[in-house]
């Protein structure tokens, strides 16, 4: 963290709730990607700190929030057909308990622009989503609620962040212009390399 001592940060959860098979347990890349990501950009450190257990097992969605040690400033799911309905549920109860906590989805489930503001209407405790890659998507969201809140989702989608939607106040479902994909893969650190992952792989 390169905010000096006694600084207040914000706290960040990052989740990626997935399945274990027998004795297998896959990693949350998605999130490791997205952790990886930020952590590398000194902005986003002087400001934020994620939380270094990334959420990926699957468990009662009281049981996931309970355990988050410290109350988040931002929550992001990483959101698969598979675990749709678990990060919903957590992402609920944790606006229910923390009702400023940012709470943005990403992930194949809320990709089609059709059915994110269905989504975003009828389950108002989540606060945006992230279409396509999101690695810079949520580096650049983060930034912007830092310095001002609600500054990441403005009322015009040209001054929108590239890849995010969301309701306007005016309950408006705005998409901003998608981000194109990035070509040079190199930008993005690896969560295995990094540390990321280490805490996760040492249990």
């Known amino acids: 963290m390169d905010a ?37 950009s000194g902005p986003f450190r002087a400001q934020y700190e994620i939380d270094p257990w990334l959420r ?3 468990d009662d969605p009281k049981k996931i929030v309970d355990g988050f040690e410290v109350p988040p400033d931002v929550l992001g799911l990483s959101v698969y057909v598979w675990c749709e309905r678990i990060s919903l549920e957590v992402a609920r109860l944790t606006k229910e ?11 194949p489930s809320v990709s089609d622009h059709h059915y994110g503001g269905k989504l975003l209407r009828e389950r108002p405790y989540v606060d945006g989503l992230v279409h396509g890659e999101g690695e810079e998507t949520f580096l650049e969201l983060c930034l912007a609620e830092a310095r001002m809140r609600g500054e990441w989702c403005p009322g015009d989608a040209a001054d929108a962040i590239p890849g995010v939607s969301y309701l306007t106040h005016l309950d408006r479902y705005l998409a901003a212009p998608p981000r194109p994909r990035e070509v040079n893969l190199d930008r993005f650190p690896s969560p295995f390399l990094d540390g990321t992952f280490d805490r996760l792989l040492a249990t």
């Open 4 to 40: 000096g001592a006694g600084a207040l940060v914000k706290r960040v959860i990052l989740g990626q709730l997935g399945w274990a098979y027998d004795s297998e347990v896959y990693l949350p890349l998605s999130a490791g990607m997205l952790a990886a990501h930020c952590n590398a």
């Open 97 to 107: 308990r923390w009702p400023d906590c940012l709470i943005v989805l990403g992930g």
């Open 56 to 58: 990926f097992a699957r």
